[in-house]
């Protein structure tokens, strides 16, 4: 995918800019306007500008609906022809923000018009983007955190409010926000219109909120067709001939789906020397391999299981953390990161399960009876643990008004249907909450390791006609005999082994190895022990110390969400230790 790095400034000296970046060596994945150019070496498909009119288009991504945008565009300039970026700009002259709505894929989009910037980011936010504004009045834009400050000359500022944030709410953030100094995020299904030196904020993409009129057998039928259009729209549209397959019902779906296409080269995760040391959980019951054979059985699959060593997984730690600009999900991300490598190595695109949780209600929180009563975020139950381990003044702060504002705020904006039984209202705000902040964190995480090995990462599951769908469905249907996703399971059973079919939502895989344990308390011993380390700044010395004599077992629950305890809550503090030592200037550090 196309990297985005864009400037904007109406008043800008567009060539002495160009000299700049040329300098700075980052004009190959520059994208620069003003108020008469837009240029980019990016791909040639994607951007276009018609310089007697001022108007013009630079898109990152991936279109799935280019042949309907086509022919929606034929239908008002029957003579027109030319690449995507002249279509959108035509389209968008023509039909304004009514384009957004009919928009489908993973992208960001830049329309030019004048001295007016339109900014829009696809409906589930799968293509993330960042911005900022410097004192001079520029505008900078980026698909990661680093290319605000590319020049070297500024460097991002974690501050007070950041690290609130981080610690009530970390590694998810506040949608639109980031954990940096005067840093937005665009939130997904948003538009940033940026006119007369000034911004605004518009959601384009809204949830509809209506009576579900269809029986359990058309419902399945119905999402059993969505799905499989999903899949090859993104198919067709990323020439995609590889997948990701755990044995889960989500990736042996899209699997089985995807071999209709033609062959099908399949990639399994495991760490080096996990069997042996595993041990189930409420969370994480069973190992991957007997559902993997049972899919391969079936579909003779070219399977190439990948096997990270524990070293390896410890070492990529800091990596993971620079390609997400922020601490993450410990040897989740490190892990991903390295397998994204694997794979980019055969393979230019890939699909993934991901996100099939939020909308058909995988997650725990969707169906125990003591995580669906929470008035919280349930993934995030660790706060009194969290604001324990902090040292004074850091343990002063609100985090529970923020935590709890936060959740408030986005209950707030869930569509409601007065009509719903308790339990159906219950469901829709949970997909909500899960699909606003949950998801967001696992996309970004997606986007930030593939942005660093250069894969696309496809995900059919994460797609606004389906998530707009499934909202309205009653929960009774989606817990269909009394198994989370049962109406997943129901609409998709006879194409899957039946053990596959019906086996128990595990989530990513993570290292039960001593030799990782071994590694990350070494690491984290030796930062900590190091006079200029920052968590000891912000935490208690005798607390740390105990988490890593205890392998972090005196931290009682997950940091946030299902895995990051014991051995993974050691790792992400090391990218915590890491990030701070980066991004945190020592003006700001006396908090």
Known sequence: MTKINLIFNENRNIQKEQSRLERMGLKDELAIVSDEHLLASAQPDQIYYDSQRKCGCFWSGVLDNEDELRSLWAQYRPQSTGNSAKMLAQLYEILSEKLFEKLDGCFVIVFVQGHQLHIVRDPMGVKTLYYTRKPDGEWLFSDQIKGLFAEGSRMPVVNRTALLELFALGPSHT?????????????????????????????????????????????????????????????????VHAAFLSGGLDS??????????????????????????????AYQTTRDNEYIDAMIERYAFDHHPLVI????????????????????????????LWMYGKVREQNGSVLTGECSDELFGGYPWFYRSDLVSLKSFPWLQSLPQRVKLLRAPMNELDYEGAMRSAYWATVQRAPKDPFDSEQDQRA?????????????????????????????????????????????VPWSMKFYKGEEKGLLRLAFEDILPAKVAHRKKNPYPKTYHPEYTQRVKDRLQALIN????????????????????TDGGSFAKPWFGQLMMGPQLLAYFIQLELWLRRYQRSEERRV
């Open 428 to 472: 829709k705000l949970m997909t909500y909450l899960t699909v606003h902040w949950f998801m967001q964190t696992l996309v970004q995480r997606q986007e930030a390791m593939a942005a660093l090995t250069g894969l696309t990462v496809r995900a059919p599951f994460c797609d606004a006609k389906l998530y707009q769908y499934l909202y309205n």
């Open 175 to 239: 949608e639109g926000q980031t954990f940096y100094k005067n840093i937005a995020e665009l939130p997904m299904g948003y538009a940033l219109l940026i006119r007369d030196r000034k911004e605004s904020l518009h959601e384009y993409f809204e949830l509809n909120v209506h009576r579900h009129n269809e029986d359990l057998a058309a419902t399945a039928a119905h999402v059993r067709q969505m799905v499989s259009d999903s899949l090859n729209r993104q198919c067709a549209a990323s020439d």
């Open 252 to 281: 042996s779906i899209l699997c089985a789906l995807a071999s209709k296409r033609g062959p099908l080269t399949t990639y399994s995760l495991d760490y080096e020397g996990n069997a042996q040391y595993f041990k189930g959980y």
């Open 530 to 549: 190091d006079p200029e380390c920052r968590l000891c700044e912000l935490l208690e010395p005798a607390g740390l110390q105990e988490l890593i004599d």
């Open 309 to 336: 060593a524990q070293r390896k997984c410890a070492d990529l730690l800091e990596p993971a953390m620079i390609g997400r600009d922020g601490p993450g999900m410990a040897d989740v991300d490190s892990s991903l």
